[in-house]
């Protein structure tokens, strides 16, 4: 029997993972969860965003369902290592080897009109995948310090990351249109040409695969100009970082994104790609369905469960297709409902 940590997190974290974890538990009934803190609520309790029992809850877990972290009581916090972002965010990554960040950008049908993109170029749907690196670059490397007169951080990667995210970045694409595009800045990084020599290598094992290279800056640049062009894109983590922000704007709203992130097994943290949202925490307004599609990523990635997590993504297509619109994804003068009516109509929707 799987279990799932619980981690709802800070701001509207704890509304969204609700409504998610009511639907995880009607599609799959004997999947154990089990809630833990995590971020600022952490760090007020606790006096640490990551306590170690979380952690511990988190190892021996199949899977983490994690709603946002932060906020601004806890940007003024003195030592930057105990902030939710840098002190839980990228310590639950790392510590779990998470290092392949999924991140797929599906604009559906119904949504067009919510893209910030012209229908010319998004009309009929879009349907591009993020591969982010999540555990090296510049987030990790050192050294990294702030004197207050000199900052340094350090992008370093080896060969043995560059190659493992280049196979999830082929295998993805194999499973799906064939086409990868691998991004970096090797113009001016050496790191990227590491990159994209060892991208090149890994290709030899992909044959049908179709490999492009291009210049981060150019990316994008060509994301808003023809989206339509991509089907995988695998880039390093800060890149990875500002180009699924773009890509998940083009899809019309951040509130609809979810995200996988996967180590070598079956285990993975599952999160939507938004963050806390401060402004409208405990209003009741924010969007559930990037949590309510990563439990389906979950179902899909740790748990085996192909079918659940279909269900799950259909139920959505139908609730978006009948109009339903929270206000983050509302076109102009639109009526809107708020995140428990927007769950409960997916509830309804699964058959
Ligand atoms: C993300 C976020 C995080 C990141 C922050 C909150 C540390 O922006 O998951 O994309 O930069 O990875
Ligand atoms: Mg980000």
Redesign the pocket.
């Known amino acids: 029997m799987a279990k799932v940590a619980v981690l709802p997190g800070d701001g509207i974290g704890p509304e969204i993972v609700r409504e998610a974890v009511s639907i995880l538990h009607l599609v799959a009934p004997d999947i154990e969860t089990q809630e833990a803190l995590v971020g600022g609520c952490a760090y007020d309790a606790t006096g640490h965003p990551l306590p170690a029992e979380t952690l511990e809850l988190c190892r021996e877990s199949d899977a983490i369902l994690l709603g946002?972290?932060?906020g601004p009581k806890w940007d003024v916090i003195p030592d930057p290592d105990l902030r939710?972002?840098?002190g839980a965010?990228?310590p639950l990554?790392k510590h779990l080897g998470l290092y392949a960040?999924l991140?797929p950008a599906i604009l559906h049908k119904a949504l067009a009109d919510a893209s910030a993109l012209k229908p010319s170029l998004v009309g009929d749907g879009l349907d591009v995948l993020v591969v982010?690196e999540?555990t090296g670059g510049v987030?990790f490397g050192q050294p990294k310090s702030n004197d207050g007169n000199r900052a340094i951080d350090t992008m370093v990667y080896t060969k043995e990351e560059i190659v493992r995210i280049a196979h999830v970045g082929f295998q993805a694409a194999q499973k799906r249109g064939k086409r990868l595009c691998s991004v970096d800045k090797q113009n001016v990084l050496m790191t990227s040409v590491l990159w994209r020599d060892t991208v090149n290598e890994v290709a030899k094992e992909y044959p049908d695969v179709e490999l492009t290279h291009m210049l981060v800056d150019n990316c994008a640049m060509q994301l808003v100009r023809n989206p339509k062009q991509f089907d995988v894109i695998v880039t390093e983590?800060?890149f990875?970082?500002v180009l699924?922000?773009e890509a998940a704007m083009i899809t019309g709203s951040l509130g609809m994104l979810p995200?996988a992130s996967l180590g070598t097994g079956t285990f993975g943290l599952y999160?939507p790609?938004h963050?806390s949202a401060p402004d409208i925490a405990g209003k009741g307004v924010a969007n559930p369905l990037a949590t309510i599609l990563s439990v389906a990523l979950m179902l899909r990635y740790s748990c085996g469960r192909e079918e659940a997590a279909q269900r799950i993504e259909a139920a959505v297509g139908k609730v978006l297709e009948s109009g339903l619109r929270t206000p983050d994804i509302a076109g102009a003068g639109e009526a809107t409902v708020g995140t428990i009516e927007m769950a409960e109509a997916v509830r309804a929707a699964l058959v």
């Open positions: 946002a972290v932060g939710p972002e840098r965010l990228l990554r960040n991140r982010r999540l987030y983590n800060l990875g970082d699924s922000d995200s999160e790609i963050g």
